[in-house]
C-alpha cells in the first residue's frame, strides 16, 4: 500500500481536482489514491478534522480486503455514516466539517468520519442540583442528541437539522415533540432561524440574543440551559428545544415568567418541601424588586404608613445621614453590584477575600461614617440575597435592572409611584410574548403543565 | 370576563358611589339598591346573550358590516366618551382620595401624571394583554381585599345597631333615581365586552349560575358599599363625610401589624383596582377611538401616530381635570354621568338590535 501526494497522481478525477483548488491547496486537504491491482479508489478528505484511525479501519481496511470494486462500492453504500451526495459549496461545507469523499469508478460517495475531541458530558455547572442528573449536555452535538433520545424515548420525538448561514456553518438541531407541539410556535421559531443573517454565531448563547424577539429587550423570551432533565421536561410539556453545535447549552423556546422560576429540583422533591421552596422564590423576588423603593416611599415620602415605633427607628437610624434617601439607596445599591460582578470573574480564592473586604468591612464603616442608616445596610443584603433565590440568573439579571427603574420611579412619584410602577412592571411582561405564546398569563386549565420545567 | 364586571363592582367601592348612596339614604335607597341589583344582572344578561351572536367581533367590527356610516361613528364617539368619563372619574376620584389621606404633601399633578405615564403604556398594549393584567393583578389583590373586608367587618367599633336602623327603611317608598342609577353603576362591567369579545372564542355561557353569581357577588358589594359604612359612622352623621368608605377604613386598627392603620393597606390595594378599573376603561376607550380615526397625516416613520395622539390627548385632559376640579364638582358630575347610564344603555342595544336586524341572526 503506498500513499502519494494528490498532485503527483496524474488520473485523480475532476472534481476531487477542483475541491482541491476551491480549499485553497490547504496543507491539511489530502486526496488519497487506493489502489490494488487494477482496482482503483480515491479518498480526500481534511486531515485535522477526520478521525484517522476510523477512516483506516472502515475506508481504507476493507479495500484491500474486498475482492472487487463492485463489492467494495455496496459496502461503502451500506455505511452506517453515509450521507447524501452533495454539490457545489455544500459540499466542501461538509468536507470542512470532517466528511469523507470518496470515489470509485466514477461514482461519488460522502461518509462523514468527524473526529469529535469534547464529546464527554460535563458536570451540570448553570444550575447545579443535589438530587437528579449530574451531568450536564457535551459540546458535541450528536453526544446531546444521542444524550436526550435515550432521556425521551418517544417516536414522535422529532429531530430537525438546520443549517445555518454564517461563516461558522454550524449545525442545528431543532428537537420537538411531533405530538405536543403547537404548531404556530414551531413555524415561529423556524421563520425566525431561517431569518437570521449574522456572520458569526459562536454559541448558543449567542443564539439565544439573536432569536430574542426584539433588538433592546430586558426580559429573556428564551431559556438557556445545560441539563438534560429540563430539556427532556420541556419536550413533554411541547416546547421546542434548540441545540447548535460546539456548545454545551441548549435553548428552550417559547418560555413563559413561571418558567425561569422553577427549578429542576423541584421535580424530585416531595409537594410541600416544593410548595415552600415556590413561595420563598416569589417572596424573594417580590423583596428583590420591591424593599429598595419601598425604603425611598416609606423614608422620604410616606413615613406615617407604618406603625408610631417602626417609623421612629428607622428615621432614628437615618438620623446623621447628610442625604436623602434615594442618594442613599442608590449608593449601596451600585456597591452591591460592584461587589456581586467583582466575585463573579475572580477566582475562588482571591473572591472570599473581596466578599469580606466589600461586605462585612464596608457594610460597618458606611454605617460608622454616616454615610447610610444600619436599617439600609440590612435591606441592601436582604437584596443581595434574595436576587440569587431567582434559579435561572438571566432572570435575575433583568430583576436586578428592573428594580433601579422601579427605585427612579418612586423617587419621582413617590408611594403611588412605587405601586404604579410595579403595576406597569406586570403590564410590561403582560404585554411581552415569546414566539406568539403570552409571557405571563395564568393558565387555568392546565394547572400540571403550568407548573411548568 | 368576570375579571371585569367584578373590578368595576369593586372599584366603585371608593368612587362616588357610596357617597350618593348615603346622601340618599332617607329616600328609599334599600329598595333603588334591590332594583339596581335585578336589572344590573338582567343588563349583564341582555349584553352577553347579544354579544354572543357575533362572537369573535368587537363592537366597531359589526357596526362597520352592518351599519352606514351616519350611524355608526356618532355612536361611536359617545361610547368612547363615556368610557373616557368613567375612567376619568375614577383617576380624579382616586387622586383627590390619595392627597387628602396618604400624602397631602405631594402635589395632585405629579399624583396623576404617575397615573398617566404607566396608564399610557397600559393602554397602547394588545388588548389581551390587558386581559393577562387585569386577571394576574385582580387575583394578587383579592386575597387582601376579602381579608380587609372580614377585618372590618369584625370589627369591634362596627355597630350593628346602625345598620339596623338604615335597614328600617326599607318600607320607604323610592323617590331617588340617583341612587339607582348609581347602585346599577356596578354592573356597567359587563359592557367591556364591546371590545374585548374579540378574544371571547365561542359562546360565554350565562345561565342561571353565572347569573347566581353575579347576583350574589353584586348583592355583597352593594351591602358592603352602603351599611359598613354606616355601621361605623352611625345612621345621621355619615351624610357629613366626603369618602365615607376610607373614613370608614381608618376606624380600623391592626394590633400587631406592621402598618398599623388598616386605610394605607386599604389605600394601596384601591390603588391597584381603581388602576385596573382606569385601565380597562381607557383602553377600550382608546380602541374605539382607533376604530373610527386614522389620520394619515399624523405619521412618523412609518408609525401611525393616531393611538398616541389619543393617548396624550387623555392624559393632557385628566391633568387638566384634576387641578380643575373640586370634590364637590366631582361629585356632582359624577351623579350626572351615573344618570345617563340608561341612555347608554339604549344607545347601546339599540344599535346592536340594528345589527343584529340587518345580520339576519
Same mark, same amino acid.
Not at chain 1, 461519488?108 to 447545579?128: C, G, R, W, Y
Not at chain 1, 408611594?415 to 395564568?442: A, H, Q, R, Y
Given at each position: 500500500?503506498?500513499?502519494?501526494?494528490a498532485?503527483?497522481?496524474? #488520473?485523480?478525477?475532476?472534481?476531487?481536482?477542483?475541491?482541491?483548488?476551491?480549499? #485553497?491547496?490547504?496543507?491539511?486537504?489530502?486526496?488519497?489514491?487506493?489502489?490494488?491491482?487494477?482496482?482503483?479508489?480515491?479518498?480526500?478528505?481534511?486531515?485535522?478534522?477526520?478521525?484517522?484511525?476510523?477512516?483506516? #479501519?472502515?475506508?481504507?481496511?476493507?479495500?484491500?480486503?474486498?475482492?472487487?470494486?463492485?463489492?467494495?462500492?455496496?459496502?461503502?453504500?451500506?455505511?452506517?455514516?453515509?450521507?447524501? =451526495?452533495?454539490?457545489?459549496?455544500?459540499?466542501?461545507?461538509?468536507?470542512?466539517?470532517?466528511?469523507?469523499?470518496?470515489?470509485?469508478?466514477?461514482q461519488?460517495?460522502?461518509?462523514?468520519?468527524?473526529?469529535?475531541?469534547?464529546?464527554?458530558?460535563?458536570?451540570?455547572?448553570?444550575?447545579?442540583t443535589?438530587?437528579?442528573?449530574?451531568?450536564?449536555?457535551?459540546?458535541?452535538?450528536?453526544?446531546?442528541?444521542?444524550?436526550?433520545? #435515550?432521556?425521551?424515548a418517544?417516536?414522535?420525538?422529532?429531530?430537525?437539522?438546520?443549517?445555518?448561514?454564517?461563516?461558522?456553518?454550524?449545525?442545528?438541531?431543532?428537537?420537538?415533540?411531533?405530538?405536543?407541539?403547537?404548531?404556530?410556535?414551531l413555524?415561529?421559531?423556524?421563520?425566525?432561524?431561517?431569518?437570521?443573517?449574522?456572520?458569526?454565531?459562536?454559541?448558543?448563547?449567542?443564539?439565544?440574543?439573536?432569536?430574542?424577539?426584539?433588538?433592546?429587550?430586558?426580559?429573556?423570551?428564551?431559556i438557556?440551559?445545560?441539563?438534560?432533565?429540563r430539556?427532556?421536561?420541556?419536550?413533554?410539556?411541547?416546547?421546542?428545544?434548540?441545540?447548535?453545535?460546539?456548545?454545551?447549552?441548549?435553548?428552550?423556546?417559547?418560555?413563559?415568567?413561571?418558567?425561569?422560576m422553577?427549578? =429542576?429540583?423541584?421535580?424530585?422533591?416531595?409537594?410541600?418541601?416544593?410548595?415552600?421552596?415556590?413561595?420563598?422564590?416569589?417572596a424573594?423576588?417580590?423583596?428583590?424588586?420591591?424593599?429598595?423603593?419601598?425604603?425611598?416611599?416609606?423614608?422620604?415620602?410616606?413615613?406615617?404608613?407604618?406603625?408610631?415605633?417602626? $417609623?421612629?427607628?428607622?428615621?432614628?437610624?437615618?438620623?446623621?445621614?447628610?442625604?436623602?434617601?434615594?442618594?442613599?439607596?442608590?449608593?449601596?445599591?451600585l456597591?452591591?453590584?460592584?461587589?456581586?460582578?467583582?466575585?463573579?470573574?475572580?477566582?475562588? $480564592?482571591?473572591?472570599?477575600?473581596?466578599?469580606?473586604?466589600?461586605?462585612?468591612?464596608?457594610?460597618?464603616?458606611?454605617?460608622?461614617?454616616?454615610?447610610?442608616?444600619?436599617?439600609?445596610?440590612?435591606?441592601?443584603?436582604?437584596?443581595?440575597?434574595?436576587?440569587?433565590?431567582?434559579?435561572?440568573?438571566?432572570?435575575?439579571? $433583568?430583576?436586578r435592572?428592573?428594580?433601579?427603574?422601579?427605585?427612579a420611579?418612586?423617587?419621582?412619584?413617590?408611594?403611588?409611584?412605587?405601586?404604579?410602577?410595579?403595576?406597569?412592571?406586570?403590564?410590561?411582561?403582560?404585554?411581552?410574548?415569546?414566539?406568539?405564546?403570552?409571557?405571563?398569563?395564568?393558565?387555568?386549565?392546565?394547572?400540571?403543565?403550568?407548573?411548568?420545567? | 370576563?368576570?375579571?371585569?364586571?367584578?373590578?368595576?363592582?369593586?372599584?366603585?367601592?371608593?368612587?362616588?358611589?357610596?357617597?350618593?348612596?348615603?346622601?340618599?339614604?332617607?329616600?328609599? !335607597?334599600i329598595?333603588?339598591?334591590?332594583?339596581?341589583?335585578?336589572?344590573? !344582572?338582567?343588563?349583564?344578561?341582555?349584553?352577553?346573550?347579544?354579544?354572543?351572536?357575533?362572537?369573535?367581533?368587537?363592537?366597531?367590527?359589526?357596526?362597520?358590516?352592518?351599519s352606514?356610516?351616519?350611524?355608526y361613528?356618532?355612536?361611536?364617539?359617545?361610547?368612547?366618551?363615556?368610557?373616557?368619563?368613567?375612567?376619568?372619574?375614577?383617576?380624579?376620584?382616586?387622586? +383627590?382620595?390619595?392627597?387628602?389621606f396618604v400624602?397631602?404633601?405631594?402635589?395632585?399633578?405629579?399624583?396623576?401624571?404617575?397615573?398617566?405615564?404607566?396608564?399610557?403604556?397600559?393602554?397602547?398594549?394588545?388588548?389581551?394583554?390587558?386581559?393577562?393584567?387585569?386577571?394576574?393583578?385582580?387575583?394578587?389583590?383579592?386575597?387582601?381585599?376579602?381579608?380587609?373586608?372580614?377585618k372590618?367587618?369584625?370589627?369591634?367599633?362596627?355597630?350593628?345597631?346602625?345598620?339596623?336602623?338604615?335597614?328600617?327603611?326599607?318600607?320607604?317608598?323610592?323617590?331617588s333615581?340617583?341612587?339607582f342609577?348609581?347602585?346599577?353603576?356596578?354592573?356597567?362591567?359587563?359592557?367591556?365586552?364591546?371590545?374585548?369579545?374579540?378574544?371571547?372564542?365561542?359562546?360565554?355561557? +350565562?345561565?342561571?349560575?353565572?347569573?347566581?353569581?353575579?347576583?350574589?357577588?353584586?348583592?355583597?358589594?352593594?351591602?358592603?358599599?352602603?351599611?359598613?359604612?354606616?355601621?361605623?359612622?352611625?345612621?345621621?352623621?355619615?351624610?357629613?363625610?366626603?369618602?365615607?368608605?376610607?373614613?370608614?377604613?381608618?376606624?380600623?386598627?391592626?394590633?400587631?401589624?406592621?402598618?398599623?392603620?388598616?386605610?394605607?393597606?386599604?389605600?394601596?390595594?384601591?390603588l391597584g383596582?381603581? +388602576?385596573?378599573?382606569?385601565?380597562?376603561?381607557?383602553?377600550?376607550?382608546?380602541?374605539?377611538?382607533?376604530?373610527?380615526?386614522?389620520?394619515?397625516?399624523?405619521?412618523?416613520?412609518?408609525?401611525?401616530?393616531s393611538?398616541?395622539?389619543?393617548?396624550?390627548?387623555?392624559?393632557? !385632559?385628566?391633568?387638566?381635570?384634576?387641578?380643575?376640579?373640586?370634590? +364637590?364638582?366631582?361629585?356632582?358630575?359624577?351623579?350626572?354621568?351615573?344618570n345617563?347610564?340608561?341612555?347608554?344603555?339604549?344607545?347601546?342595544?339599540?344599535?346592536l338590535? !340594528?345589527?343584529?336586524?340587518?345580520?339576519?341572526?
Open positions: 500500500m503506498f500513499i502519494l501526494c498532485n503527483e497522481k496524474p #488520473n485523480t478525477p475532476e472534481l476531487m481536482k477542483e475541491i482541491f483548488e476551491k480549499l #485553497n491547496r490547504s496543507e491539511d486537504v489530502l486526496t488519497i489514491p487506493l489502489q490494488l491491482g487494477n482496482n482503483n479508489a480515491f479518498v480526500l478528505y481534511l486531515k485535522t478534522v477526520v478521525d484517522g484511525i476510523k477512516l483506516q #479501519n472502515i475506508i481504507i481496511k476493507p479495500f484491500f480486503e474486498l475482492k472487487s470494486m463492485d463489492y467494495f462500492s455496496s459496502y461503502i453504500q451500506s455505511l452506517p455514516d453515509i450521507v447524501k =451526495m452533495k454539490t457545489g459549496e455544500e459540499l466542501l461545507i461538509q468536507l470542512t466539517k470532517g466528511h469523507v469523499l470518496i470515489s470509485i469508478q466514477d461519488f460517495f460522502l461518509v462523514d468520519i468527524k473526529m469529535i475531541t469534547a464529546n464527554s458530558p460535563q458536570q451540570a455547572l448553570m444550575e447545579p443535589i438530587y437528579g442528573p449530574q451531568l450536564a449536555l457535551s459540546e458535541s452535538i450528536e453526544t446531546n442528541l444521542n444524550m436526550i433520545r #435515550n432521556r425521551y418517544e417516536p414522535s420525538l422529532t429531530i430537525e437539522n438546520v443549517q445555518f448561514i454564517d461563516k461558522t456553518h454550524q449545525t442545528i438541531a431543532l428537537l420537538y415533540d411531533k405530538k405536543k407541539v403547537k404548531q404556530s410556535v413555524d415561529a421559531v423556524r421563520k425566525k432561524i431561517e431569518e437570521l443573517d449574522k456572520t458569526l454565531v459562536e454559541s448558543s448563547g449567542d443564539l439565544q440574543l439573536l432569536l430574542n424577539s426584539t433588538k433592546y429587550s430586558l426580559f429573556p423570551s428564551i438557556l440551559t445545560d441539563r438534560p432533565d430539556i427532556t421536561y420541556n419536550l413533554a410539556n411541547g416546547k421546542v428545544v434548540i441545540m447548535m453545535d460546539g456548545s454545551p447549552q441548549a435553548i428552550v423556546a417559547p418560555v413563559i415568567f413561571f418558567d425561569f422553577v427549578s =429542576m429540583e423541584d421535580n424530585y422533591h416531595s409537594y410541600w418541601i416544593t410548595f415552600f421552596t415556590l413561595i420563598l422564590r416569589y424573594g423576588l417580590l423583596t428583590c424588586i420591591l424593599l429598595p423603593a419601598m425604603y425611598v416611599a416609606v423614608t422620604s415620602y410616606t413615613p406615617d404608613i407604618f406603625r408610631v415605633e417602626l $417609623a421612629l427607628s428607622v428615621a432614628a437610624s437615618r438620623l446623621g445621614v447628610p442625604y436623602p434617601s434615594f442618594i442613599e439607596v442608590l449608593f449601596m445599591l456597591f452591591m453590584e460592584f461587589l456581586i460582578e467583582s466575585s463573579i470573574r475572580l477566582p475562588k $480564592a482571591i473572591s472570599a477575600t473581596a466578599t469580606t473586604v466589600g461586605g462585612l468591612i464596608l457594610g460597618t464603616a458606611a454605617t460608622e461614617a454616616a454615610l447610610t442608616s444600619n436599617i439600609m445596610i440590612i435591606i441592601v443584603s436582604a437584596v443581595a440575597i434574595t436576587s440569587f433565590v431567582i434559579p435561572i440568573s438571566e432572570m435575575s439579571f $433583568a430583576i435592572i428592573c428594580r433601579y427603574l422601579l427605585l420611579f418612586t423617587t419621582l412619584f413617590g408611594t403611588v409611584g412605587l405601586m404604579l410602577g410595579f403595576l406597569g412592571i406586570i403590564m410590561f411582561l403582560t404585554n411581552k410574548d415569546s414566539f406568539g405564546e403570552p409571557f405571563l398569563k395564568i393558565n387555568w386549565k392546565s394547572s400540571k403543565r403550568e407548573k411548568e420545567v | 370576563m368576570y375579571y371585569l364586571i367584578f373590578v368595576t363592582m369593586v372599584a366603585n367601592i371608593i368612587a362616588s358611589v357610596p357617597r350618593i348612596l348615603v346622601i340618599e339614604s332617607n329616600k328609599g !335607597v329598595f333603588s339598591m334591590i332594583a339596581a341589583l335585578v336589572v344590573g !344582572v338582567v343588563l349583564t344578561y341582555i349584553v352577553i346573550h347579544l354579544f354572543n351572536k357575533f362572537s369573535g367581533q368587537s363592537l366597531p367590527d359589526i357596526l362597520k358590516k352592518y352606514s356610516k351616519w350611524f361613528v356618532p355612536v361611536i364617539i359617545y361610547f368612547a366618551v363615556s368610557w373616557f368619563i368613567a375612567g376619568a372619574i375614577t383617576l380624579v376620584t382616586y387622586v +383627590f382620595l390619595f392627597t387628602t400624602s397631602f404633601e405631594t402635589s395632585m399633578v405629579l399624583t396623576t401624571l404617575a397615573f398617566v405615564v404607566i396608564v399610557s403604556f397600559g393602554m397602547l398594549m394588545k388588548s389581551e394583554s390587558v386581559l393577562h393584567t387585569v386577571e394576574i393583578v385582580f387575583l394578587l389583590l383579592l386575597l387582601v381585599i376579602i381579608f380587609l373586608f372580614v372590618i367587618m369584625t370589627d369591634e367599633n362596627l355597630n350593628w345597631d346602625f345598620v339596623q336602623v338604615a335597614m328600617m327603611n326599607i318600607g320607604t317608598t323610592p323617590k333615581y340617583m341612587s342609577s348609581a347602585a346599577s353603576y356596578l354592573f356597567i362591567g359587563v359592557v367591556n365586552i364591546v371590545i374585548f369579545n374579540s378574544f371571547f372564542k365561542g359562546k360565554l355561557k +350565562f345561565g342561571l349560575k353565572q347569573a347566581t353569581v353575579i347576583g350574589t357577588v353584586g348583592a355583597l358589594v352593594l351591602f358592603i358599599t352602603y351599611f359598613i359604612p354606616i355601621g361605623f359612622n352611625g345612621f345621621e352623621q355619615i351624610e357629613h363625610l366626603n369618602f365615607p368608605w376610607v373614613s370608614t377604613a381608618d376606624s380600623v386598627r391592626m394590633k400587631y401589624g406592621v402598618i398599623e392603620r388598616v386605610v394605607f393597606i386599604f389605600i394601596i390595594i384601591f383596582i381603581s +388602576f385596573l378599573s382606569l385601565l380597562v376603561h381607557w383602553h377600550v376607550s382608546l380602541k374605539l377611538l382607533e376604530s373610527i380615526f386614522q389620520f394619515n397625516k399624523l405619521k412618523w416613520k412609518n408609525k401611525n401616530l393611538s398616541y395622539f389619543f393617548v396624550f390627548l387623555f392624559g393632557a !385632559v385628566s391633568t387638566f381635570l384634576v387641578t380643575r376640579i373640586n370634590e +364637590f364638582e366631582l361629585f356632582k358630575y359624577a351623579s350626572i354621568f351615573y345617563t347610564l340608561p341612555i347608554f344603555y339604549f344607545i347601546l342595544f339599540l344599535s338590535f !340594528v345589527a343584529k336586524r340587518r345580520a339576519k341572526l
